[in-house]
């Protein structure tokens, strides 16, 4: 049995050249955006026992009191019968409220519960900080460029 020098560098035998992948726009904002799901997990998801769309209604909802179920649907590009699935869900959960417009009983108003209010506090500092960590790795100018980009690249 050889021994191994200190000084002779560690190869990582496979380590493959990934270039080709990295190069294709949509394979690298998946890549990162795993990295920002498994975050998401960490800090938001598991400590508050929500999932990522639950979060996004909830902010939402938050953010738009008595908003619609309509304008939640377009927003997050959801299909109705997709939404209505998971407001059963906070609803049971009593996280949020549902009720018919007065002026047009066909409209569903959603709003956040007292339970869903406390909740949509909890997550928007824990989102803050978790942005705050994500954020220092670019300075101002590399942020509003990243935030141009991605507003450029979602628009069809």
Known sequence: MTAERLDTPVIDEHAIDESALWSITGYALRRTDHVLQRDFRRHIGKPLGISEIEFSLVMLAGANPETTQKALCASL????????????????????????????????????????????????????????????????????????????????
């Open 77 to 156: 590009g959801m299909k109705p019968p997709a939404l209505a699935v998971v407001l059963d869900r906070l609803e049971k959960a009593g996280i949020v409220e549902r009720r018919r417009m007065p002026e047009d009983r066909r409209v569903q108003i959603v709003a956040l519960s007292t339970r869903g209010a406390s909740l949509y506090e909890q997550a928007r500092t824990r989102a803050r900080e978790m942005e705050s960590r994500i954020r220092q790795r670019l300075d101002a100018s590399e942020r509003a460029t990243l935030a141009a980009l991605l507003r450029k690249l979602r628009v069809n």
